[in-house]
């Protein structure tokens, strides 16, 4: 054999162990995927205002998770938790569920999760996943039962949602209304987003059993809003109700939306500020660093100024505070959380956020105990009441 093919031969399997010790993923996680940003976001004047308002104090609540995407908080206190690979966990009693037949691949799995609103009579848990038909991959919304700390009965409320690597959606949140809200990705196909008889890039909005509401903006239609590119994140603002959604852009230009029914919201055709009357422009465009914003969520408190919004930003490696008035109007924003890498999802429970690491989605730079889930006590001087919405 030839000296030359003996070198390729060691080379090709060099590269083999290479990729198969996580090397790839950690060059990719300190390149690629690295902040594009420095840590000054915001000028100091505009950082006093914030230091006067809210404190944060962090704790480790769950360690040695495998990607969470989403927490989902128990009445009685305990918190579901998805993994992308498959599995549902609940906290402090680990694994209880491996959804069958989930194509964990690329930014696929496991996903989003939502309890019913009438979860201590009717125990339904949704689930938002990615599989396999053929050579095809889509997405689906199911519902199961949760029976003796597993889940039971799954029944397909929403079927054959556009699915690639890439670009799936998946956040899953009951409405003020008690209709389910869904985000969809434009499954690597940015056309499907333009067109509203496709279920791809798009807020869908339906019953809790797979039904369509008859107030839908399209009729016959789970399509709420469209345009989107890779919406994941949804939260309601505690004074007007409406509804907002954090969306994916490319090469940065993410967007936080006001989503509005029947709005069109310009991907691909346009991205972040136009101008343009047919095309609805977003609160926040991220257009001088790439946030990658998963999870929002509104605090729902009663005597602050204003209105905070949390966002959680993957490659942007932070949570952050976004304050809108009382009329959903942005006015200021900076980063209060940017120690734990990328984050994937927020939750509010009882004075408290609830957040979910994702350093070990081969995009991020793992630490020994990730991946986690965080409580944030939140502290002000004053008791804020809550409001009714989220």
Known sequence: M???WIILIILLFSIIIFWQMGGIDYLAARTVFAPDHTTDLVDEEKAIIFSKDIEYEVESIGEGLEIPWEIAPLPE???????RPGRVVLLGSGEIYTVEGVEHVG????????????????????????????????????????????L???????????????HNGGRVKFGPDGKLYVTTGDAQNPNLSQNINSLAGK????NSDGTIPEDNPFENNPVFAYGLRNPQGLSWHPVTGELFASDHGPN??????RILPGMNYGWPIVS????????????VCYSDF??????????????IDETPLYVTGLRGNMVMRVDLDDEGNFIRQEPVISEYGRIRTIVYQKDSLYLATNNRDGRGVPNENDDVILRINIIKEEKSERKDYN
């Open 252 to 257: 940065s230009q993410d967007e936080i939306n």
């Open 77 to 83: 206190g305990r918190f579901f938790v998805t993994e």
């Open 203 to 206: 807020i869908l909005r339906i």
């Open 2 to 4: 030839k000296k030359v």
């Open 152 to 166: 039971i009965n799954e029944e397909y409320i929403l079927n054959e949602i556009p699915g690639s690597r890439f």
């Open 107 to 150: 930014e696929g799995g496991l996903l989003g999760m939502e309890i019913s609103p009438n979860f201590q009579e009717d125990a339904h848990v949704f689930l938002y996943y990615t599989y396999r038909s053929g050579n095809q991959i889509f997405n689906r919304l199911s519902r199961f039962t949760f029976a003796e700390d597993t």
């Open 272 to 283: 972040c500020k136009t101008g343009e009357s047919q095309y609805e422009d977003p609160i």
């Open 290 to 303: 790439t946030m990658a914003p998963s999870g929002i969520v509104f605090l729902p408190w009663d005597n």
